[in-house]
C-alpha cells in the first residue's frame, strides 16, 4: 500500500477520550493546521496509547498513525484480509485512525468510509485524513468522513466489500440492527470483521445492568 501515511499527526497526551477539538473541551488531539500543513504535535504516540495498541495486535508501524485514541479492544484488520481496490467501511471511525490503516491497504483505487456519531469526532478526523492524504501524495476523495449513527448508516445498498469496527457495536442499544445495516450495505460475498466485547456469563451483578455500566 502507498507509504507515508504514518506519524504525521501524533495524538497528544489529552482529556477523558482524547476526541479532537480546535476550540477547547475535554479532549486533545491536534488536526490540520490552518495554513494547511500538519499542526504541531508532539513526536511521538503518548506511551499509554502505544502500549494498549501494541497489545491489541496493532504493529509498532500502524500504532504510529495519526488519530490512535487506543481506546479500542483488538485489531479488526488481522482477519478482514483487505486487498487493493476494495471499499472498507469503519463503524464508528473516531480520529481516523482505523480508516488510514485502511487507505494503506485498499490503495488509490480502493475507498473507506468511516461513519461517527460525534461532531467533533468527524471534524478531526476529516482534518487527520485529509492531511494524511495530502502528505502522502493521494487524493483526498480516497477517505469519506461521515457523520451518522450505526444503526442508520448513511452508506448506499451494496457498496461496501468490507466492513471493520473495534469496540463500537456493543455500544448500540440496538445491535440487531446494526448487523442489519452492515448486511444492507455489503455488496455480495462482502465481509465483516469486528473486534469487540461480548458477555460470557448468563446474568450480570445487578451493580452492572444500569444503563450508566453498560456504557461506561
Avoid at 490512535?68 to 483488538?74: A, E, F, H, K
Avoid at 468527524?122 to 451518522?148: F, H, K
Wanted: glycine share 12%.
Amino acid at each position: 500500500g502507498p507509504a507515508g501515511l504514518a506519524g504525521l499527526l501524533p495524538v497528544t497526551a489529552g482529556g477523558c477520550c482524547d476526541v479532537p477539538v480546535t476550540t477547547g473541551g475535554c479532549c486533545d488531539i491536534p488536526v490540520a493546521a490552518a495554513g494547511g500543513g500538519p499542526a504541531s504535535a508532539a513526536p511521538s504516540v503518548p506511551s499509554a496509547s502505544a502500549d494498549l495498541s501494541l497489545a491489541m495486535g496493532y504493529s509498532p508501524e500502524e500504532i504510529k498513525t495519526m488519530g490512535n485514541l487506543g481506546l479500542g479492544c483488538g485489531n479488526p484488520f488481522a482477519d478482514a484480509n483487505v486487498k487493493p481496490g476494495e471499499s472498507v467501511l469503519d463503524l464508528g471511525s473516531g480520529a481516523g485512525f482505523d480508516c488510514l490503516l485502511a487507505a494503506n491497504l485498499v490503495g488509490p483505487t480502493g475507498s473507506v468510509v468511516g461513519v461517527d456519531m460525534t461532531p467533533d469526532m468527524v471534524s478531526a478526523a476529516r482534518s487527520n485524513t485529509r492531511a494524511a492524504l495530502r502528505d502522502a501524495g493521494l487524493p483526498a476523495s480516497l477517505i469519506s468522513i461521515r457523520l451518522g449513527e450505526i444503526e442508520f448508516l448513511p452508506v448506499p445498498n451494496a457498496s461496501v466489500d468490507c466492513v471493520v469496527s473495534n469496540c463500537v457495536v456493543n455500544l448500540s442499544c440496538d445491535q440487531p440492527r446494526v448487523y442489519r445495516e452492515v448486511a444492507r450495505v455489503l455488496r455480495p460475498g462482502g465481509r465483516m470483521c469486528s473486534s469487540d466485547v461480548v458477555k460470557m456469563v448468563p446474568d450480570l451483578p445487578d451493580h452492572l445492568n444500569t444503563a450508566e455500566a453498560l456504557v461506561a
